[in-house]
């Protein structure tokens, strides 16, 4: 943890690694836009330096987002969440008052927030297949049935993960519908996508140029009207092949955003300008 870094910054995304972040640019955007300055950075704060971290965040900051690998490991630190945060059992989003941690995520928020400017589609009653089993898919999936979501499936490489997932779900919403299955079960795959109005690619799968695709993309080919959502912000092998097979499909650049903006309201109770935030992560690309 780099200590002179931390003493520029009132907020900041904290992770390892973190070089990749593309939040500076988009959050300093909405905080110059309220003539806030450039208040927010990029830490790089390795897993034992995390209490260290919240230590002096709680004195000395008013904020900050979390990312891999602390999502889970920052929640012994917090001292109130928010009910979507406390469900999903990840934590992207902390705002500090009077040195207390007030812990939400928003990363289910800005995923609904994208669906639904893409596809039209409203979480209530809808029908989703999950690829994915890790913390984006917990926060995406817990969002949409708190939202009112119908149907659940999860299929993972790891069904053990997948199980567990949609145990706790089935315990906390008992009228969800849900099922799981391994990524690499390509007949059940197919008997999910083909009951499903969406399907999220959540796997960390495609991030790397020369990345296969996580299953085989013709499980898609079971149902015309599907849409893809896949939350990498780049053209994965899986979106293309959407492309080829004109399957309604979107990156995961409006989700980046969505769960910023919601960062930047729940740290500053402000109207975060999404044109703006918009137009800053495009700079980037
Ligand atoms: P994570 O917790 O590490 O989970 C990774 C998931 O990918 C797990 O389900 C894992 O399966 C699966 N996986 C990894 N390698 C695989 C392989 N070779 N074959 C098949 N499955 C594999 O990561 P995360 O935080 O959920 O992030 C997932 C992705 O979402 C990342 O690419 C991240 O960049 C993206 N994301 C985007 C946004 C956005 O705003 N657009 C926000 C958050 C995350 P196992 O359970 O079997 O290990």
């Given at each position: 943890m780099n200590c002179e870094d931390l003493k520029k910054y009132q907020y900041a995304v904290i992770g390892d690694p973190i070089s990749h972040s593309k939040s500076p640019q988009m959050q300093n955007a909405a905080f110059e836009f309220h003539d806030l300055g450039r208040p927010y950075g990029k830490i790089q704060v390795k897993t034992d330096e995390l209490a260290d971290f919240v230590a002096y965040a709680r004195e000395n900051m008013r904020g900050f987002n979390v990312t891999v690998p602390h999502k889970q490991s920052i929640i012994q630190f917090i001292d109130n969440f928010t009910e979507i945060g406390k469900l999903c059992n990840s934590i992207n989003t902390v705002r500090i008052e009077n040195g207390n941690l007030y812990g939400t995520s928003t990363d289910g928020e800005g995923l609904a927030k994208a669906v639904e400017g893409h596809f039209g589609m409203k979480a209530e009653n809808l029908k989703i297949?999950?690829?994915?089993?890790?913390?984006?898919?917990?926060?995406?999936?817990?969002?949409?049935?708190?939202?009112?979501?119908?149907?659940?499936?999860?299929?993972?490489?790891?069904?053990?993960?997948?199980?567990?997932?949609?145990?706790?779900?089935?315990?906390?919403?008992?009228?969800?519908?849900?099922?799981?299955?391994?990524?690499?079960?390509?007949?059940?795959?197919?008997?999910?996508?083909?009951?499903?109005?969406?399907?999220?690619?959540?796997?960390s799968v495609g991030l790397k140029d020369d990345d296969p695709p996580?299953?085989?993309?013709?499980?898609?080919?079971?149902?015309?009207?599907?849409?893809?959502?896949?939350?990498?912000?780049?053209?994965?092998?899986?979106?293309?092949?959407?492309?080829?097979?004109?399957?309604?499909?979107?990156?995961?650049?409006?989700?980046?955003?969505?769960?910023?903006?919601?960062?930047?309201?729940?740290?500053?109770?402000?109207?975060?300008?999404?044109?703006?935030?918009?137009?800053?992560?495009e700079e980037l690309k």
């Open positions: 297949t999950f690829a994915g089993a890790g913390g984006a898919a917990q926060s995406g999936v817990w969002f949409f049935v708190y939202k009112g979501a119908k149907k659940i499936n999860i299929c993972n490489r790891t069904l053990e993960k997948a199980q567990q997932m949609s145990d706790a779900l089935k315990k906390a919403f008992p009228a969800l519908e849900t099922e799981v299955c391994l990524m690499s079960d390509f007949e059940k795959m197919q008997s999910f996508i083909a009951d499903s109005d969406l399907f999220i690619q959540a796997t996580p299953f085989d993309p013709a499980v898609l080919d079971a149902n015309k009207n599907i849409c893809v959502y896949d939350l990498i912000y780049k053209e994965t092998k899986i979106l293309k092949y959407c492309r080829e097979k004109n399957i309604r499909c979107a990156d995961g650049s409006n989700m980046l955003l969505g769960q910023g903006a919601a960062a930047f309201k729940f740290w500053t109770k402000l109207e975060a300008p999404e044109n703006i935030m918009k137009q800053a992560l």
